[in-house]
């Protein structure tokens, strides 16, 4: 492939000097209608609104689906994520990053819910 550098070393990926040509990884809507919703960090400022912005119409188009985004400051996100576990209030998509697990997986232990007793045991 055009731009490629194999790695020189096992499990380290290729580089690329270019990126490879785009793809459809599927050939149908997968949403269904209805909304996911999504929380994740940010360090930028907030994005244009919904009704403002068309990159996010345009995902919601390709998925088929609405999409909620909540985005956290980066510095509250732990703190924020960690609340909304204890809570019980996830998102459909939540992004634990290794600087907030420690916090999150305390939380999800004090949580009832099928998935708890698997996470709690893998991070053991």
Avoid: C
């Amino acid at each position: 492939m055009a731009g490629q550098l194999p790695s020189p070393a096992p499990n380290v990926p290729d580089a690329y000097t270019v990126p490879p040509a785009a793809f459809r990884a599927v050939t149908t809507v997968p949403g269904r209608g209805g909304k996911i919703s999504i929380t994740k960090a940010s360090q930028l400022p907030p994005p244009a609104a919904h009704d403002q912005n068309s990159w996010w119409q345009d995902l919601e188009h390709r998925l088929g689906t609405g999409v909620d985004f909540t985005l956290i400051p980066l510095p509250q996100y732990t703190e924020r994520t960690t609340a909304q576990i204890a809570a019980d209030n996830l998102p459909d998509l939540l992004l634990i990053s290794l600087l907030s697990a420690p916090a999150q997986y305390r939380a999800v232990d004090r949580v009832p819910s099928p998935i708890s007793p698997a996470i709690s045991a893998a991070m053991r």
